[in-house]
């Protein structure tokens, strides 16, 4: 098998991409490595992957469909699995057309290459930002998510739609994750649990939305990649028991599926940053805010789907997550 990892230089694309590697897969990763966070920590992460041998990496951007189609040429992958995204829910109220170009045109060129190229399983990322205004909890994949509440959240619910659409039209499995608040060494610097981390060690207050009243359902970075590996030679079948009349949101009589991978645990945002200081040995000064515009006050993943179809689900606890990463920060950042 070789597996085309985008964004490869992203959080969660270079854990999944090494994880990959060690386990012996020819592995091709993509990334456009721009600016929306410091690029030197995308290219740390890139140096931890050369060390591979079976690992190629290639700068392109998604938009580009041309050298994307000939990237498919040349290596024929056997599986996609697309990680490249704009993120970040805050970022999407400045910046509208980041996650048009990277988001929407971006992933459909990825669906036409997996089109034309006889991929036998596409991954994508989705996120649980998709089910915005809902307030029943746990969130479950068989829930409606028409109301998002921000740009990047309805970027994703159009990759689902779209993904459905190529799964109908030409029979390509596609499986789409939700992630919940993936936290972890390598992370993303925009995260609350990143900047937190830099603003409390630097004597800097910390702003806390809501005035703290948020719960998240934080989910470490290799229980997110174990999903991953397990779902990866599992391409979704058509779901015969489908009900045209009572349509499962959630599968599909197409080769279609969604999952969310949280850690069905929401954790308070107070106890969350409570855990860190003692962490870090550090109290942290606190700005209390209102909320952001865009933002929820609760995520909590039902994973039942996902233990049915794997026989896992995420269990590390936040306080030995939230130890790693501090470990993996003040030896980073020295």
Known sequence: MTILVTGAAGFIGMHFSKRLLKEGYE????????DYYDPKLKEDRLLELDSYNHFTFIKLDLVDRERLFSLFQQYRFTHVVNLA??????????????????????FVNILEACRRYSVKHLIYASSSSVYGANAKMPFSTSDNVDHPVSLYAATKKANELMAHTYSHLYGIPTTGL???TVYGPWGRPDMAYFSFTKNILEGKPIKVFNHGN??????????????????LDRPPL?????????????????????YNIGNNRPVNLLDFIETLESLLGVEAKKEFLPMQPGDVE?????????????????????QEGLRSFVEWYKSYYQ
Do not use: C, H
Not at 27 to 33: E, K, P, Q, T
Not at 218 to 225: A, G, H, K, L, Q
Not at 238 to 258: H, V
């Open 27 to 34: 592995v091709v990763g993509i990334d456009n490595l721009n």
């Open 85 to 106: 995204a704009q993120a970040g829910v805050r970022y999407s109220l400045q910046n509208p057309y980041a996650y048009v170009d990277s988001n929407l045109v971006g």
């Open 178 to 180: 939700r992630f919940f």
């Open 214 to 231: 948020m719960k998240r359902d934080f989910t470490y970075i290799d229980d997110i990649v174990e999903g991953m590996v397990r779902l």
């Open 238 to 258: 058509p779901n015969e028991q489908w009900d045209r009349s009572r349509p499962d949101p959630s599968s599909s009589y197409a080769p279609y599926k969604i």
């Open 298 to 318: 609760a995520t909590y993943a039902d994973i039942d789907d996902l233990y049915r179809a794997v026989g896992f689900q995420p269990s590390t606890p936040v």
